[in-house]
């Protein structure tokens, strides 16, 4: 039978698929449109199978905070090149699963991926992609804030993207800001001391009183200096008490408190494709 232009179009403007792709699409199920759109993700799926073992290191990492809310989220996007992390085509899908995500209260990534977007689940959503794109796509993070107050920051470039929550709600949107590209550039482990992981702690003590026995100090004193250093790690490597970039005079902590002697940070996100 023949297939109209028209028919053409509008498959290509559900799937996403290219014009070739959408008329033969058609034309191997008789001008049935539902099937045609079958067709497309089955191809998608088959795509996706025999790429499953090339490496998606390439994306878009975004972050959101949901309007008149206290909630921000973070979803990443993976392909195969940096051609087509640039796609505009590319960077509105994972748009559209992180406004997803976030409008309708995703917990996790799992969740996130069973939610329903153009009429499928994110996850088939992904592998339909694959097909009109030809790459291997990936879905690989999604996480949330929630706080009294919330500001998301993105690199130039889509590359990297952070989150900060506050515990009160009327700050500073710059004040704010600042402390979310601090995260970005400085990639802290954890907001404060008492929210650095305990295996962190035992694996720099280790490493400190270990520099030191390398270094010929007394094994008398290994543990005084491994403490030393693990304070040193602290100020370099917490939020609140790292050097604020923006004037390393003060820490992060202090730069707050100019602000309001109870403002501080609850919690964090950051995400970067290259580490």
Known sequence: ??????????????????MMDCKKALEETNGDFDAAIDVIR??????????????????????KVEEGTKRGAIAVLNCETDFVAKNENFIALAQSILDLGLNNNAKSLD?????KLNNQTVADCIVEQIGVIGEKLDLPYFDVIE??????????????????????????????????????AMNPVAVDVKSVPQSVIDKELEIGKEQARNEGKPEAILDKIAQGRLNKFFAESTLLLQAFVKDNKITIDEYLKQQNKEFTVTDFKRYSLSN
């Open 111 to 115: 969740d996130l991926k069973s939610m």
């Open 147 to 184: 706080a009294e107050y919330v500001v998301s920051y993105i690199h130039p470039g889509n590359k990297l993207a952070t989150l900060v929550g506050f515990n009160m709600p009327d700050v500073e949107y710059q004040v704010a800001r600042d402390v979310a590209m601090q995260v970005a």
């Open 1 to 18: 039978m023949a297939i109209s232009a028209a028919d053409v179009s509008k498959l290509r403007k559900t799937t996403g698929a290219g």
């Open 42 to 63: 089955k191809k998608g799926q088959a795509i996706a199978n025999k790429r499953a073992d090339r490496e998606a290191s390439e994306g878009v990492v975004l972050s």
